[in-house]
Nanobody, 132 residues
């Protein structure tokens, strides 16, 4: 059973930066794409970014392109989300989630950062607050 734990959230001023981490344990071989999602109060959960199982392809929501960078270190079983130029509208609980892609790697396959049944393992979330 795969477990995911997010960390790195906090309070930051507009224009500041944070780096979130998503640490995986359990069945941690490189068979999973990882996505970052967020949910603001009163809003639906939305996709932010995702990265394929080997870290060679990434995808971003339009709202964060050019500001957020996703990466992964499979030796450490950890995925990161570096968030720069943060805005108040980035305030939300951020979750990471895993989608099982299996042992056969397809380099052309692109992950999609959308809430779907594909992502069936979720972390507990970490709060990010952007405010002056």
């Amino acid at each position: 059973q795969l477990q995911l734990v997010e960390s790195g959230g906090g309070l930051v001023q507009p224009g500041g930066s944070l780096r979130l981490s998503c640490a995986a344990s359990g069945f941690t071989r490189n068979y999973y794409a990882i996505g970052w999602f967020r949910q603001a109060p009163g809003k639906e959960r939305e996709g932010v970014s995702c990265i394929n199982s080997r870290g060679s392809r990434t995808n971003y929501a339009d709202s964060v392109k050019g500001r957020f960078t996703i990466s992964r270190d499979n030796a450490k079983n950890t995925v990161y989300l570096l968030m720069n130029s943060l805005k108040p509208e980035d305030t939300a609980v951020y979750y990471c989630a895993a989608a099982y892609w299996g042992p056969v790697f397809d380099p052309s396959r692109l992950c999609v950062p959308s809430v779907s049944k594909e992502y069936d393992y979720w972390g507990q979330g970490t709060q990010v607050t952007v405010s002056s």
